[in-house]
């Protein structure tokens, strides 16, 4: 049980850390909830076993700061798609010649 635990947290951490730093968005959620739960449960494992938890505490803190890393790239980041005012103005400037030209085979 605790090796199939610590396996389950293993790979929901390395899935949360991969999710924190590629700009998915709100889909770290689902591997850092089963991370920290994992995490918990490893937690109550080892105080039975009276061993040191400070594996369970670096899973859980890890899962932790991911979750708030990506959810505070995504409420302080904005994605704005700017007016490329050049390109309009080139686009303008060519229709004006693609009719002058046009005028000029008449």
């Known amino acids: 049980m605790k090796i199939l635990t610590t396996i389950i947290a293993i790979l929901g951490l390395i899935i949360t850390i991969v999710f924190t730093i590629a700009p998915i968005g709100n889909l770290i959620i689902f591997p850092a909830i089963i991370t920290i739960l994992s995490g918990l449960l490893l937690f109550k494992i080892y105080n039975k076993e009276n061993k040191n938890t400070i594996i369970p505490k670096i899973i859980i803190g890890?899962?932790?700061?991911?979750?708030?890393?990506s959810f505070g790239r995504t409420?302080?980041?904005?994605?704005?798609?700017?007016?490329?005012?050049?390109?309009?103005?080139?686009?303008?400037?060519s229709s004006n010649q693609a009719i002058k030209d046009l005028e000029g085979l008449e």
């Open 75 to 93: 409420l302080f980041s904005t994605d704005n798609v700017a007016v490329d005012e050049k390109f309009e103005k080139r686009q303008e400037k």
């Open 62 to 69: 890890t899962a932790i700061l991911g979750t708030l890393i």
